[in-house]
Structures are given as structure tokens and as C-alpha cells.
């Protein structure tokens, strides 16, 4: 303790510091990224072999196949979201930082949109042109499947937040998180049909957007109490 | 005067009643000691204070403030190190401190190398945490604490792993902390290399 009163750290940089220290861990462990990306990639091309492989046939199930290989590949990863920061003790330190627990676990999920909900996103043109969707079509799937693994992100905070300490959890956080997850899964796979269908697809994407700005207010704050309850 | 109290702490882990009516008081410059067998409660006390667990009764007071009512403010001045260090195994030392006390407070590169050089870590050492001893990690869990600049540590087995030189620059640190006016509360069953008008023991049974 010195003498000076230290210099405290403002929330917001206290945020970007610590999407700074995710960033790099996940660059410097990129298996951890590419585990759900390569598993989104390998469903849905599973999806063409296992049915008629009819281009029309194929654009009729491409809306339920992209958006139930995002959701599976957005659980996949879920389980990496706080597990060795619980486990390493870091956030016990966040718990005690004096800091926001909601903002910070915020600044997490961000980071790990980033690293696991974006590359399916930047994946998705490939598959949906393979899955038969019009080029004209690939901007509207694009900006639903980036509103929908927003939305999936935040709402697999809180699952990841109430499992934390439990042994083999990933069962529990499906359970938990699949339920709450159908209203992203509806009006995503909804959006994408009238993309590929190339017909107006506003209500659905408000209907998504609306769910991102509930789950960006209401998830950290739930993530954070779900979070101080594990580590008790 | 008291700058932390406790006042008849209650808490129960499943069926056993782990605190059972504790109450203590630290004033600036004094370090507590926790002592007491393997599952004696010597953990839960500490996250207790911190905070971590809530208590079924009792009130922890800070500065005159009940802890509850303004955590932040209470955590704002609290350094706290657990069983576990906290630290990223694919970062090097200044790395994790970087972005760990880094959260809390601001600080240069030179104060990073000062609180390392404090806890005997080697300077320019760039080895990430997962090549580490336990032994080294624990010094950089050491010097985080003494990054953070707080006036309260709790401490949790901080010389957990740490050879007998190790121990010594644990007794020194805290030796200083306590001598600028802080406080420590700290489980160790060993011997802290403090100046014995500092200390007070609380063994839990």
C-alpha cells in the first residue's frame, strides 16, 4: 500500500483489457476457435449426404440446417466461455475487482462471439451456396446469422454461468440453454428462408434484433449472478 | 481503531455449521492469522470476508461500513489470493499481470519489473505460466497482490509451494505492508516472519 492513492481503472478500460488478454489467449490457442467452426462446417455438409442431394431439395432444408449446425457449434463452445477462468481462480479475482462482474463477463462473451460466433458467420456464404441459397440471398443470411450467434452468445453466458462448477455440465448447459434458445432458432431460420427465397425479411430480423438488445441488457446481469452463485 | 471487523459470523456448508458465531477485530499495521485443521473453515472464513460466500448471519465492516452494503468500495481495497494464482497459463509473468492487476490499477512496465523483482522472479524471464514451477507462479500470484496496491489482503496459503527463500521474501513483503499501515488476514499454518506486536492469532477449531 503505498503512500499515494493508486490510480483506479475505469470500468470501460478495465473491458477492453480484458478483451484484449481473450484475444490473445484465443490467438495463442486457436484450436479452441476452430473446434466449432470445423464442426459447423462438417454438419452441414453432412446434411446434402444424407438427402436427396437435389438442389431445390436442398434449399428447402438449407434455412433448418444452417441455423441448427450454428446453434449445436455455438454449444460446443460454450463450455470454454468461464470454465478455466473459474477454474484458475481469475474469476474469483474479477468477483472481487471492486468492477462490474455484469460489464466484465460482458467483455467476455464479446471476445468469445468473436472468436467462435463470428467465424461461423464469415463461414456461412460457403455453406449456403453449397446448401443451393442464391448468391442475392447471402447478405440476408449473413447479417441473420449475425444477429442470431449475438443473440446465442449472450444467452449461453448465463448457462455457462450456472454450470461452472459442475463436473461434465455440458449436458446441463444444452439443457438449459436449447429452450432458450428456439426464439434465435424460429425467426433465424425464418429470416434465412425469406433470404433464400428472396422476399422481404424485415419482421423476423426486428424480431432478432429485438432479441439481442434483451439478451445484451438481461444476460450479463443474470451471467454475473449465475457466476457469484458457482463460485460460492 | 478497527479499520475491518467482524461481529458474530454465522455460515453453514450443507449441515455443518462451519462459522460459528466469529467475531474479530484488525486495526491498521496488524495481521491476522488463521490457523486450524484441514476443513477447520479456514478457507470459508476468508471468502466469507471477501465477500465470495454470503454469510446466514453476522456482519463484516469495513472502515465503519457494512462490506454488503458497499461492495465495491470495499473491494476497491481489497487484495485477494486463493488456492488458485489466477494466472494464464499461455501468457508470460508480465503478461498476466498486465491484464490482471491491470483491471484495478494503473501502473508502468517499471512497476511491473519492481513487483516482480520483490518476489525473486527473474527479470527478462518470457517463459509463459504453464512453464513455471508452482513455486514461480506463486510469486507472480504475490506480486499481482503487491500491483494492486490494496490496504486489506486476504490471503489464502500464500506461501503455499514456495521454498524456504521464497518464505522469507513473503515475511519481508508483508512485513512492509503492515509497516505502511495495512492489514493482512492471512491462513498459513506457517510461521509468518512478522513482528509479533503485529500479529494476532485466530485459531478455528
Given at each position: 500500500m503505498s503512500n499515494a492513492t493508486p490510480t483506479a481503472v475505469s470500468s470501460a478500460r478495465a473491458g477492453w483489457l480484458l478483451v484484449q488478454r481473450d484475444l490473445r489467449l484465443g490467438l495463442r490457442r486457436p484450436g479452441e476457435w476452430l473446434q466449432p467452426l470445423v464442426f459447423f462446417l462438417v454438419v452441414t455438409t453432412l446434411f446434402p449426404l444424407a438427402t436427396d442431394p437435389q438442389m431445390s431439395r436442398l434449399r428447402d432444408i438449407a434455412p433448418g440446417a444452417l441455423w441448427v449446425a450454428a446453434l449445436l457449434s455455438s454449444l460446443l463452445a460454450l463450455e470454454l466461455l468461464f470454465r478455466e477462468d473459474g477454474q484458475d481462480g481469475s474469476l474469483e479475482q474479477l468477483a472481487v475487482s471492486g468492477l462490474p462482474l455484469s460489464w466484465l463477463l460482458l467483455a467476455k462473451t464479446c471476445v468469445h462471439w468473436l472468436m467462435t460466433g463470428l467465424p461461423l458467420v464469415l463461414a456461412a456464404p460457403l455453406v449456403a451456396t453449397a446448401l443451393?441459397?442464391?448468391?442475392?440471398a447471402i447478405p440476408g443470411i449473413l447479417a441473420a446469422l449475425l444477429l442470431g450467434s449475438v443473440a446465442l452468445s449472450l444467452i449461453g453466458a448465463v448457462g455457462a454461468g450456472l454450470t461452472l462448477?459442475?463436473?461434465?455440465?455440458g449436458v446441463l448447459l444444452a439443457l438449459l440453454v436449447l429452450p432458450l434458445a428456439v426464439p434465435v432458432l424460429i425467426f433465424g431460420a425464418r429470416a434465412t428462408a425469406l433470404a433464400i427465397a428472396l422476399e422481404p425479411m424485415a419482421a423476423p430480423m426486428y424480431l432478432l434484433g429485438a432479441i439481442v438488445v434483451l439478451s445484451a441488457t438481461l444476460a450479463p446481469l443474470a451471467a454475473a449472478a449465475a457466476v457469484r452463485i458457482s463460485l460460492e | 481503531m478497527n479499520l475491518l471487523s467482524a461481529h458474530d459470523l454465522h455460515l453453514w456448508r450443507g449441515d455443518l455449521h462451519?462459522?460459528?458465531?466469529l467475531s474479530f477485530g484488525l486495526g491498521a499495521g496488524r495481521c491476522l492469522q488463521v490457523t486450524g485443521v484441514n476443513g477447520a473453515g479456514k478457507s470459508t472464513l476468508l471468502r466469507a470476508l471477501a465477500g465470495l460466500l454470503p454469510l446466514e448471519s453476522g456482519a463484516v465492516s469495513w472502515r465503519g461500513l457494512d462490506t454488503r452494503k458497499d461492495t465495491f468500495a470495499f473491494h476497491s481495497e481489497l487484495a485477494w489470493l486463493s488456492?488458485?494464482?489466477?494466472?494464464?497459463?499461455?501468457?508470460s509473468a508480465p503478461e498476466n499481470l498486465r491484464f490482471s492487476a491491470g483491471l484495478r490499477r494503473v501502473f508502468s512496465e517499471a512497476d511491473i519489473d519492481t513487483a516482480l523483482s520483490r518476489v525473486g522472479f527473474p527479470h527478462?524471464?518470457?517463459?509463459l505460466a504453464r512453464q513455471m514451477s508452482a513455486g514461480q507462479q506463486r510469486r507472480v500470484a504475490l506480486a499481482r497482490v503487491l500491483l494492486l496496491d490494496c490496504a486489506l489482503w486476504l490471503l489464502?496459503?500464500?506461501?503455499?509451494?514456495?521454498d524456504t527463500r521464497g518464505q522469507n521474501m513473503f515475511g519481508e513483503i508483508l512485513d512492509a505492508h503492515l509497516e505502511r499501515g495495512g492489514l493482512a488476514i492471512i491462513a498459513t499454518h506457517q510461521a509468518l516472519a512478522v513482528r509479533a506486536d503485529r500479529l494476532q492469532g485466530l485459531e478455528l477449531t
Open positions: 443451393g441459397a442464391p448468391y442475392a462448477g459442475l463436473r461434465r455440465g | 462451519v462459522l460459528r458465531g488456492h488458485g494464482t489466477a494466472l494464464k497459463g499461455d501468457l527478462n524471464d518470457g517463459r489464502d496459503e500464500p506461501t503455499s509451494n514456495l
